[in-house]
């Protein structure tokens, strides 16, 4: 049907049979999903980036997965998005996302984070960042100022602790624990500084 539709086009009666059989096909994959996903993670884990073939076939797997067809508009199927509105944000919101991060706005973000939340590699949490601002302030703009000029993070600041939280009293085996991550505090707060922005102009491009 791909052959057919990028030869000559394909007939509604013929569209709506390659929805059907995608439908099919995916809802048989799913079944399989998480036996294969376990396979290929322990195939990945033991030959990483030397298998370039699997690295590839699971790469197109996954785009074609993820593809969309075409969608349905008011009951009409739609293959393409031209002539679809979408709802933009202004001139003056893309300013205020793109203006350089100032202090007030950083520490509104600190100040935004748990105080006592477990630290990450860096070893501090948000309490000893809130009761030393003043010392450690100039340190934290700088961090911020120069994400925002060259948009990369510094090697490292991005690493996580993983460890193990007990789900019920006495555990006793792996799936009794659940992993969390532990990040460290200068990536929590650009997070936290990127999320305040962002939800400023959400409300204007995405409906409730």
Request: proline share 4%.
């Amino acid at each position: 049907l791909d052959k057919m539709e990028e030869q000559s086009g394909l007939s509604e009666i013929e569209i709506k049979a390659g929805i059907e059989l995608q439908n099919e096909f995916w809802r048989v994959a799913i079944k399989n999903e998480s036996i294969l996903a376990q396979k290929s993670r322990v195939k990945w884990l033991k030959e990483g980036d030397l298998n370039i073939r699997f690295f590839h076939s699971m790469v197109n797997w996954r785009r074609k997965k993820n593809s969309l067809k075409g969608f349905q508009e008011h009951g009409n199927r739609r293959p393409t998005l031209d002539g679809v509105q979408f709802k933009s944000i202004s001139e003056a919101q893309n300013e205020m996302l793109a203006a350089p991060f100032e202090e007030d706005e950083i520490r509104n973000a600190v100040w935004e984070c748990g105080s006592s939340k477990c630290p990450g590699p860096d070893g501090f949490n948000f309490k000893f960042i809130k009761a030393f601002w003043e010392t450690l302030s100039v340190d934290i703009c700088r961090f911020m100022s120069e994400f925002h000029a060259n948009g990369k993070l510094p090697r490292g600041s991005n690493s996580t602790f993983i460890t193990l939280i007990p789900k019920k009293a006495n555990p006793q085996n792996l799936e009794d624990y659940r992993p969390i991550s532990l990040v460290g505090c200068m990536y929590k707060i650009l997070s936290k500084f990127l999320a305040n922005r962002i939800n400023r102009v959400l409300p204007s491009i995405i409906d409730e």
